[in-house]
Nanobody, 121 residues
Framework: QVQLVESGGGLVQAGGSLRLSCAAS????????MGWFRQAPGKERELVAT????????YYAPSVKGRFTISRDNAKKTLTLQMSALKPEDAAVYYC??????????????WGQGTQVTVSS
């Protein structure tokens, strides 16, 4: 059974930093691209960043490029999103997902339960 468990969300002031983690089990982690998505109330789920299975390629949404860093440790089966210079518009539920290297949510077939990020202005 595939499980992706996010942690690290919380409340932070604008300009602050948070580090999200995703622990994976039940899958050959190194075979999958991993992505971070987010969904704010009333909005569609959007890709934040994704990283290829072999760690060679990454992609960042323009809104977070230069502020967020995605990384993975295939030996530990963990995915991380380091977020800095947070803005109120970054507030959302953040999800990690496993799939193919893609910008589209439907190309990811395993999802975590999400972790809430709240940014106060």
């Amino acid at each position: 059974q595939v499980q992706l468990v996010e942690s690290g969300g919380g409340l932070v002031q604008a300009g602050g930093s948070l580090r999200l983690s995703c622990a994976a089990s039940g899958l050959t982690f190194s075979d999958y691209a991993m992505g971070w998505f987010r969904q704010a109330p009333g909005k569609e789920r959007e890709l934040v960043a994704t990283i290829s299975a072999n760690v060679v390629s990454t992609y960042y949404a323009p809104s977070v490029k230069g502020r967020f860093t995605i990384s993975r440790d295939n030996a530990k089966k963990t995915l991380t999103l380091q977020m800095s210079a947070l803005k109120p518009e970054d507030a959302a539920v953040y999800y990690c997902a496993a799939g193919v290297f893609s910008l589209r949510p439907h190309d990811y077939n395993a999802w975590g339960q999400g972790t809430q990020v709240t940014v106060s202005s």
